[in-house]
């Protein structure tokens, strides 16, 4: 059995005017917000789609789908937690998520610590283990265009050895 698994997400959101702005739970002001179901929060849910699927644990429609009233205008963050936790209970620990936001506007960098350190604690990993980039799309496509914001993500994982947890679950 391996001991370490890999999970891809991607995710993109239409920007639409009197919505928030929300990316990596950071509230970033902006002419323009994201729109979504949700907190539409685009680097979130594509580091939530990395994690369940490194573990096989599904995908964020699956876990939280669109059509349940619970999660309208849910902090993605709080649905970041649960889905560490779905990963936790299959056995496994978070060893690092890299991730990269493609967006045209607003500029990433002024906000990056603050996004690894929201995700970061919602994962209860250390900062270390989450990074963020900011790309633009050098003008070229819709996201080039500043129609929406797109963010990609990959997360390993590893088993934890289940001696191991019952030593901690003594503890
Ligand atoms: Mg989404």
Do not use: Q, W
Not at 33 to 48: E, F, M, P, T
């Amino acid at each position: 059995m391996s001991m370490t698994r890999v999970g891809i997400g991607y995710d993109s959101h239409r920007f639409r005017e009197g919505r928030p702005l929300v990316l990596g739970g950071v509230a970033i002001p902006h002419p323009r917000g994201l729109d979504g179901h949700s907190d539409a929060d685009v680097l979130v849910h594509a580091v939530i789609d990395a994690l369940l699927g490194a573990a096989g644990a599904g995908d964020i429609g699956s876990l939280f789908p669109d059509t349940d009233n619970a999660f309208r205008n849910a902090s993605s963050i709080k649905l970041l937690e649960r889905a560490a936790e779905e990963v936790r209970r299959l056995g496994y620990g978070v060893g690092n998520i890299d991730a990269v936001v493609v967006a045209e506007e607003p500029r990433i960098l002024p906000h990056r610590e603050a996004m690894r350190r929201n995700l970061a604690k919602a994962l209860g990993v250390g900062e270390g283990s989450v990074f963020v980039k900011g790309k633009t799309n050098e003008g070229m496509g819709a996201i080039g265009g500043k129609e929406g914001i797109a963010a990609y993500a990959v997360a390993l994982l590893v088993k934890i050895d289940s001696s191991a947890r019952r030593a901690e679950a003594g503890k």
